[in-house]
């Protein structure tokens, strides 16, 4: 029997979850050119309901959450664990930004983050603007930061679907049932 990693767990969920929105952007790409529409103005804009925020912001907070769950389990401090600006403007931008994130996943010490998740290491977590809760990063990882990743990444594939994107469940699905790379050591 072996023994999936917190590292691991994390690491390869948001790789599969960034994949998976990237090949969404792929499928919209295609189908704006296809229709017409433009990538910019009828895509980042756009929001399954008024009062919900456009897809610029899905993308940005998918992103946005793997760095902040990945400086919370590795101790990141200073400015390390400063959160990546919204500057993105374009869906050029916004792509880069996919991009920069899988690179902070693949460059993160996952030794670190087994090593504390080991310890039971408690950490500062903060819950909205004002309050702060002590928890394991464990805890706080697998229930906050990977639920968090997976609505933001749930909401970015609504919002194309919406638009007439035609992404379905193969579509969602295809790049979790790959395998896990687990480490040997």
């Not at 969404?24 to 295609?30: F, G, K, M, Y």
């Not at 090593?115 to 464990?138: N, S």
């Not at 679907?161 to 049932?177: A, L, N, Q």
């Amino acid at each position: 029997m072996s023994t999936i990693t917190l590292s691991t767990h994390v690491t390869s969920t948001f790789l599969k979850g960034l994949n998976t929105l990237s090949h969404v952007l792929d499928v919209a790409e295609s189908h704006a050119a296809a229709t017409g529409a433009d990538l910019n103005n009828d895509y980042l804009p756009a929001r399954l309901i008024d009062d919900m925020r456009p897809l610029s912001f899905q993308i940005q907070n998918v992103t946005k959450n793997v760095k902040a769950v990945l400086d919370r389990l590795t101790g990141a401090t200073g400015e390390d664990a400063k959160p990546w600006q919204d500057t993105e403007k374009t869906w050029e931008e916004f792509r880069g930004r996919i991009e920069k994130a899988k690179a902070y996943i693949e460059g993160v010490d996952k030794t670190v983050i087994d090593e504390r998740a080991d310890r039971g290491e408690e950490i500062d977590h903060p819950w909205g603007p004002t309050l702060t809760v002590r928890i394991t990063g464990r805890d706080s990882a697998l229930n906050q930061g990977i639920p968090n990743f997976y609505f933001h990444l749930a909401t970015a594939y609504a919002i194309l679907r919406s638009k007439g994107v035609p992404v379905g469940k193969k579509d969602w699905i295809v790049e979790f049932f790959k395998p896990a790379q687990i480490p040997t050591a």
